[in-house]
């Protein structure tokens, strides 16, 4: 059975973010924590949009959290935390939730925040939804409406966490906007209290290995191009490629494209790829699957080539075009100049 311990939901005020970093740098998840929290905070009203910092040498990073809008930063700065580790962090950040009762806290869902949400959650007792692409403030309780895609995106389950502080929700990368940055904004920088020995981390990290692959940045990209199925094979994409860097965007594709072994995972959008926001989305023999449309439907503008004039990739487009790619895409790239 649950615990059923009646938690006083007045003594929890304030909206958390979690601000992930790897090696110094700020992951970008967090600049649309902030962006959200900002306005979640002012639908409660009354509170603060706080950041949570763990890490070596933190002022740098402690200014943008202010200049994107965190009105106080919570520290801990020790050389335990420089590089995340599951028990480490999940200590910190479960001391400091005692400590100072955040009544929200938010996290990206990265493989980071995917981890140390759920311990969390459990060490503090908790409810967590997990890969939320909406948040809103229910306005007669002022608790967090959490919805997130269950069921492979067929349904949308909206979430609540009634009875237990704090509430919190993983985030999904690329579906929020990012904070507007105020240059030389400040706030308060609050330190937590550490606890944290050596001894309680179990794991010791060797090496931090990079990919030595080309790092895609689907989520920062101004304009994609994606390719699917209707490539017909892996060459196709060299297509796509020269299409994108006349264009100046990025190689984004489908999870068909991606399945048939014609290019890498980190270029798959979609629900089990990366979800993207970008200015222009050009998609090229992609069908629209449900699945598709759930990691680009928010772009700003939808430019679909499609041979078939039925495909539902026609429902979202902005601007459609039926014909055979690799007939549109050369004549396309002409009249660019
Ligand atoms: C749990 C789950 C998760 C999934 N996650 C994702 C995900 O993250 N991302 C994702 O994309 N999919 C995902 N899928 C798969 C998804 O359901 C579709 O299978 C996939 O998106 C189809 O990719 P496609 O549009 O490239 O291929 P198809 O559906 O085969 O479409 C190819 C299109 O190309 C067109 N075409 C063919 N030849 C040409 C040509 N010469 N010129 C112009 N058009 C042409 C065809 O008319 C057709 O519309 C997921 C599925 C499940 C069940």
Not at 40 to 50: E, F, N, Q, W
Not at 121 to 145: F, H, Q, Y
Request: aromatic share 6%; proline share 4%; charged share 25%.
């Amino acid at each position: 059975m649950a615990e059923n311990k009646t938690v006083d939901l007045s003594a929890y005020k304030d909206v958390w973010v979690f601000a992930e970093q790897r090696g110094g740098v700020i992951t970008p998840v967090v600049f649309e924590l902030l962006g959200k929290g900002r306005d979640l905070a002012s639908d409660i009203g009354d509170v603060k949009l706080c950041a949570i910092l763990l890490g070596e040498d933190l002022s740098d990073m402690t200014t943008q959290l202010f200049e994107a809008g965190a009105d106080v930063v919570y520290t801990a700065d020790s050389p335990l935390l420089k590089n995340y580790t599951s028990d480490g962090y999940t200590k910190v950040i479960s001391d400091a939730i005692h400590e100072f009762k955040p009544e929200i806290v938010l996290y990206g869902a990265t493989h980071i925040g995917r981890d140390l949400a759920p311990r969390i959650a459990k060490r503090v007792s908790t409810g967590l939804t997990a890969d939320c692409t909406k948040l809103d403030i229910d306005p007669e309780t002022k608790g967090i409406l959490q919805t997130r895609p269950a069921f492979g995106g067929n349904l949308m389950a909206t979430i609540k966490c009634p009875n237990h502080r704090p509430q919190m929700s993983t985030v999904r990368p690329g579906v929020m906007d990012k904070a507007p940055v105020q240059k030389g904004r400040t706030g308060e920088v609050i330190p937590v209290t550490l606890t944290l020995q050596e001894s309680d981390i179990r794991t010791k990290i060797i090496e931090i290995v990079k990919t030595a692959k080309d790092m895609v940045s689907l989520t920062d990209a101004e304009i994609i191009v994606s390719g699917g199925a209707g490539l017909g094979d892996a060459s196709g994409f060299e297509l796509i490629k020269k299409f994108a860097d006349k264009v100046g965007g990025v190689v984004g594709a489908s999870r068909a494209a991606v399945d048939a072994g014609w290019i890498d995972h980190s270029h798959q959008v979609g629900q089990t790829g990366t979800t993207v926001k970008p200015k222009i989305y050009i998609a090229c023999g992609i069908s629209g699957a449900i699945q598709h449309l759930a990691g680009m439907q928010t772009s700003d503008i939808i430019i679909a080539i499609n041979k078939n004039p039925m495909a539902p990739i026609f429902e979202v487009a902005d601007y459609g075009i039926v014909g055979d790619l690799y007939k549109v895409i050369p004549e396309l790239m002409e009249a660019w100049g």
